[in-house]
């Protein structure tokens, strides 16, 4: 009788525990780059405080994540994926020119950017062109 009542309750206890689990949301890995920040999110101060920007570095237009991009002022989620659909850039003023983002907000983040040109493919040496 003692076994049947302590199975019973172990069981009880795992479900109670399953059940607890389905509520919680788990984090977006960090290499997803398409769809963290969500257009509906709204960055915290915690999460702007761990982007290159915030640490006074400039932010690469062709290459960094849209995380780092959305937490440049006026920037935000939304305008993050157009400059991550718009790539690649040649330069800052790629932004307007492909009319990525508006004027006002270009004129906030132009001092905090920087455009490594678009990466040229290169042949292993010995080969031909």
Same mark, same amino acid.
């Given at each position: ?63 960094? #994540? /849209?995380? +780092? ?5 006026? !920037? ?6 157009? &400059?991550? =659909?718009?790539?690649?850039?040649? #330069? /800052?003023? +790629? ?5 990525? !983002? ?6 906030? &983040?132009? =001092? ?18």
């Amino acid at each position: 009788m003692k076994i049947l009542t302590a199975a019973v309750l172990s069981l009880l206890l795992l479900a109670a525990i399953s059940y607890a689990k389905q509520g919680q949301q788990a984090a977006p890995p960090p290499t997803d780059q398409s769809s963290y920040p969500a257009d509906s999110h709204k960055m915290t101060p915690a999460e702007k405080s761990d982007t290159p920007s915030a640490n006074g570095q400039p932010v690469d237009l062709n290459s960094a #994540s /849209k995380k +780092d991009i959305a937490a440049l002022p006026g !920037i935000g989620p939304h305008y993050a994926q157009n &400059i991550i =659909d718009a790539r690649p850039f040649n #330069s /800052k003023q +790629d932004l307007l020119k492909k009319k990525v !983002i508006p004027q006002t907000a270009y004129e906030k &983040i132009q =001092d905090r950017v920087t455009v490594q040109g678009p990466k040229k493919q290169s042949l292993p040496e010995g080969a031909q062109k």
